[in-house]
C-alpha cells in the first residue's frame, strides 16, 4: 500500500467501530485519523513481536500488547513536540533510540511488524536511507514496515512536497520490500476525497509555531500510508 488516506477509509473504520478500540487524542486532528488507518492493518496481529517508532504516548501499542509483544522505540527527549519525559505502558518495553542510529537495541530479524504515526515526516532527508535500512534489516522475512506519514498538499505539487513524496515512493524499489494493497500514481496534489486535518486545529497548531502558519494557510495536512512487506530471502 502506498497511498493517501482518504475520506471513504476513514468513515468506514468509523462504521466498524475501529474509534472505541483506541484511545482517542484529546482532541480530534490528523493523528486521530492516521491512528485509525494503522490500528485497521495490525487489529487481528497476535503472537507478534511488534515495536512502533517514535511511539511517545502511544494509543496503539496498549491494545496490542494484550495478545503481542511489544516495544516502543523512543528516547523520550521531547524531539518534534514529543514526550520529555519517559512514559510506561503496561506490557511495552521502551528501547531508547533513534531507528537509523545502529545503537544495537534492534537486532536483525528481530521483528514482525515495524510501525510509526506522524514520524517520518520528521526525519531529516539525509537520514532516510538509515531509517529504512535499520528498519528494514530488524524485520523478520515476511515482517510488516507499516507507516502513516504527514505530508502538506496545496493544489499544485510543491518542491518541498514532491521531494518528500519521491523519496518515500523510493522505498518501493528496495530489494527486500514489496508492497501490501494499492499503490496510488497520481500527482502530488489534495483532493477533495483525502482525510485532512481540521482547520482549528491547524490554527492552533499555527499559533505553536508561528514560521509554518502561511504553509497551513494554504495547504492542507493529510496523510500517506505505506504498508510494506519484506520479502522471504531464498
Known sequence: MFDFIRKSYLWDAWDRGLNKAVSETEAFHLK????????????????????????????????????????????????????????RVRNVKNLHAFLGERTGLLPKQSFDILFSVSVVEHVPSPKLTDFLDEGVDALKDGGLWLHAIDLYLSDEPTPEARHRYDAYRAWLDHPDLEPVGAIYDGPVVFTCDMASNPDNIMYQWGRVAPALIEKRQRSQSVSLLVALRKTARA
Not at 36 to 61: H, Y
Not at 69 to 76: D, G, I, L, M, S
Open 32 to 87: 486521530s485519523i492516521q491512528d485509525l488507518a494503522v490500528f485497521d492493518q495490525l487489529k487481528d496481529a497476535e503472537q507478534k513481536t511488534i515495536a512502533e517508532i517514535g511511539g511517545g504516548k502511544s494509543r496503539i501499542l496498549p491494545v496490542l500488547a494484550k495478545k503481542n509483544t511489544c516495544f516502543n522505540v523512543e528516547k523520550f527527549e521531547g524531539v518534534d513536540g514529543g514526550p520529555n519525559r519517559e512514559i
